[in-house]
């Protein structure tokens, strides 16, 4: 008789498929069941992702050691799409994989979920005999009690209004009364929706049910038909803020629903989800679901069980949502589908929106990008007819798109010196607002107090010991922190290179920002919202929360507050170093910039009143901060994609982004170059660029050195890049192969 043998995937980082025995004896575990199989000296859980393997070398394979699933644990498609992921980004199996189980899924996890020992009435068949017997007061009570709930009453519950243990078991004893363990769910929508409870019922409509604008109304037609049809493809959903994406996002999910399929919503950020899940919520009721990070693990397990069990119809999650395990999939929607969050950036490094468009071909569903600011890549994929493209070009209800106005910083420099951070303009805006009553929000997309602590006699700056970057000064921490690696100091007295006592600070981050408008507006209720001051879970949900009740006069804050979040009342943007971004050496920089910068003047006037925004910059004509003015997306899309061809960039070309690691820059740059020479030898149909010191030469005391592939097959270029790898095996743990990566610093 013939091995029987199983390749297994296990949550080791960089492990290829692992190949192993099953015992006489053993069941064969389909693909996507758990095991438990030996590594080196360990036992360790991993997933079968082939129960038919075949290896040429199955003499010296071990056996597993125990199979913990007769049944797929992870559904087979998506272990399917997780083996494809490891693929195309480069990753082990094991890596994807562990993204897509759920927690507390190694062994004993099946008793990760938590019960509640109930009693109930034993309900006697009709025409049997009713045990006879004495019974007490107390056993009297006790079963009136239960006969009031049919579904069983908790043990604790019973015992708490004075019903105790030992008359329930002598009823049990009697035959009167059972036991039984329920499992309780954990549920992130208790507590976690307060703050976004407020938000979307302000309306009191339903979502999904409003009638729609003429041009809401030809899209749906469109996306109608597309899900009618019921195969693969991609919608690119181009809408301006506030033009009704989400209404459409919601009627399109009943039509689904309708025809017994399922959809899965991904949002870029936790912080958006309960607003997203409330509005899905309000229609759909229970069958609605959130997964993210930052749920705690035991709903996150929990939710992830009832939607493997089939209780849930609609999935809201980030990222990692894309690997929920719903089955029979109509439609998948990834709202703000530009949004640099959906990429990951550690193993593996997929990119979240990317992979739904593969999990819908393969499921056959349809798929919805949308944004006011489409991606490079999605824009150029719909101008080369590959993804359909639908346009939202007004505001429901005809409210005007805000009236932008751009303020040259030079001038103001000039007169108010260059510490000037806000102008006269956007201060008398300001004003004006806080007399009417109404919400401004001020964007700075930096945050702390100073972002350069130098020195006035030798001008050197206060760098991060540990990286290649300066401090930035937190006033509240009275300390200096590095914003890469948390390293953080007590500001020096005297310089550290030349002994100067005069250490001086320069630019402004929302802790200043926020410091200066107080100091102006003493009476003014002012909110900052950033990573320092948003620490623990639900405070983003809260904030928004006392923005939609009016309790906020002006929200400061960075990228945090552009991004998707409806303010009805807010008629005032400003947006201060519009250009922040725009000095870095990354080929995303303008997209970037024009994004946040549409996004965030897409904020004002989305209720009744008319909205302004005032963008403040060095660089009033560079064309994104203009296309991103002038609101108009054709424009930017036209001039960036003249400089990503021009500079032969993505989407014009597939990008590898290599990086090796040293614990010198020299080493680092050996390694790196004899691994690009290994790399050249394989003859990937691509061109090489490098290796140089990556823009962030030094990250947590490791120096960086960077190589790039272009061209136009990715497979070439990553098999070259593999085999290379296998050849220096010694640098597979300091290298980072980043395939479509988002960012190149
Ligand atoms: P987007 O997702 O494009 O930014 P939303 O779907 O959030 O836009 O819609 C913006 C606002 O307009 C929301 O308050 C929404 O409730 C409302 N809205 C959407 N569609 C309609 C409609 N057809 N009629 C009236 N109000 C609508
Ligand atoms: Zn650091």
């Known amino acids: 008789m013939s091995d029987r043998l199983v390749a297994v995937g296990v949550p080791v980082p960089g492990l290829g498929r692992l190949t192993y025995r099953v015992a006489l004896g053993q069941p064969l575990p389909p693909k996507g069941a758990r095991v438990l199989v030996p590594l080196g000296g360990r036992i360790v859980t991993g997933c079968v992702i082939d129960s038919n393997a075949i290896t040429p070398d199955a003499g010296t394979l071990r056996d597993l050691e125990e199979v913990l699933d007769t049944d797929a644990y992870l559904p087979q498609h998506i272990v399917d799409l997780a083996l494809w992921v490891a693929e195309y980004y480069a990753a082990g199996p094991g890596d994807a994989l562990a993204v897509a189980l759920p927690p507390m899924s190694g062994r004993g996890g099946n008793t990760a979920f938590r019960t509640l020992k109930m009693a109930e009435l034993v309900v006697a068949p009709e025409g049997a005999a009713k045990p006879a017997g004495p019974k007490g007061p107390k056993q009297m009570e006790a079963l009136a009690r239960l006969a009031s709930a049919p579904e069983g009453i908790a043990v604790t519950a019973l015992t708490k209004s004075g019903v105790s243990l030992s008359t329930l078991r002598s009823l049990e ?90 959809v899965l919503v991904l949002v870029p950020e936790i912080a958006l989800t309960p607003a997203v899940a409330g509005l899905f919520r309000a229609r759909f009721g229970r069958r609605v679901t959130i997964q993210h990070s930052g749920l705690s693990d035991g709903e996150r397990h929990d939710q992830w069980h009832r939607i493997r069990r089939g209780e849930v119809d609609v999935v809201v999650g980030t990222r990692s949502a894309v690997f929920a395990p719903l089955v029979g999939i109509g439609l998948m929607i990834v709202d703000e589908e530009h949004d640099g969050a959906y990429k990951q950036e550690e193993s593996p490094r997929y990119q979240g929106r990317d992979v739904a468009v593969v999990r819908g071909r393969m499921e056959g569903a349809v798929v919805v990008l949308g944004s006011a600011t489409p991606s490079m890549e999605s824009a150029a994929n719909a101008a080369a007819g590959r993804y359909d493209r639908l346009l939202l070009t007004q505001r429901v209800m005809n409210r005007p798109l805000a009236d932008v106005r751009v303020v040259d910083m030079r001038p103001e420099f000039a007169t108010h010196g260059a510490d000037a951070v806000i102008s006269q303009a956007l201060w008398d805006a300001l004003e004006s607002r806080l007399s009417r009553g109404e919400q401004s929000l001020v964007l700075l997309n930096r945050r702390g107090f100073a972002t350069v602590v130098f020195c006035r006699s030798c001008a050197a700056t206060l760098e991060c010991p540990h990286c290649s970057v300066t401090l930035t000064y937190h006033r509240t921490a009275r300390r200096v922190r590095c914003h890469y690696c948390n390293y953080a100091t007590t500001v020096p007295k005297a310089c550290g290179t030349c002994g100067g006592e005069f250490l001086e600070q320069s630019g402004v981050g929302t802790e200043r920002l926020e410091a200066e408008i107080r100091t102006r507006f003493p009476g003014a209720r002012v909110v900052r919202v950033d990573r320092d001051t948003i620490r623990r879970r639900g405070a983003i949900a809260r904030v928004l929360g006392d923005v939609a ?111 090796v690691r040293g614990k010198s820059l020299g080493q680092a740059m050996d390694d790196a170059t004899a691994l690009a020479g290994l790399v050249r030898h394989q003859g990937p149909k691509a061109r090489l660029l490098g290796p140089a010191p990556a823009p962030l030469s030094k990250i947590k005391d490791e120096y960086r050195v960077q190589f790039f592939l272009k061209g136009h097959q990715r497979r070439s270029m990553r098999e070259a890049l593999l085999r290379a790898l296998d050849l220096k095996p010694e640098l597979k743990r300091r290298t980072t192969i980043d395939v479509d990566p988002n960012s190149v610093l």
């Open 173 to 262: 004893r009697l035959g009167l009364v059972r036991f039984r363990e329920e499992v309780v769910e954990r549920d992130p929508f208790q507590g976690a929706a307060d703050g976004a409870q407020s938000l979307w019922t302000l309306g009191g409509e339903t979502p999904g049910t409003r009638d729609l604008t003429p041009e809401q109304a030809l899209a749906y037609r469109h996306l109608e038909e597309a899900v009618v049809a019921g195969q693969f493809k991609t919608v690119l959903l181009q809408g301006v803020t506030g033009s009704g994406k989400t209404e459409l996002y919601v009627r399109l999910a009943a039509l689904v629903l309708s025809r017994g399929k399922r």
């Open 549 to 659: 009740r009016g309790e906020v006069d002006i929200l400061v804050g960075t990228q945090m507050i552009a991004k998707g979040h409806d303010f009805p009342s807010v008629t005032l943007v400003g947006v201060i170093s519009a250009d922040v971004g725009l000095g870095m050496a990354d080929f995303r920089a303008a997209e970037r910039t024009f994004q946040l910068l549409t996004q965030v003047v897409g904020r004002a006037g989305r209720g009744h009143m008319a909205g302004e925004a005032l963008v403040q910059t060095l660089y009033p004509d560079h064309y994104s901060v203009r296309a991103a003015a002038a609101q108009d997306y054709d424009a930017f899309f036209e001039k960036e994609t003249e400089f990503r061809t021009r500079m032969d960039y993505p989407p014009r070309v597939g990008l590898i982004n290599v990086i």
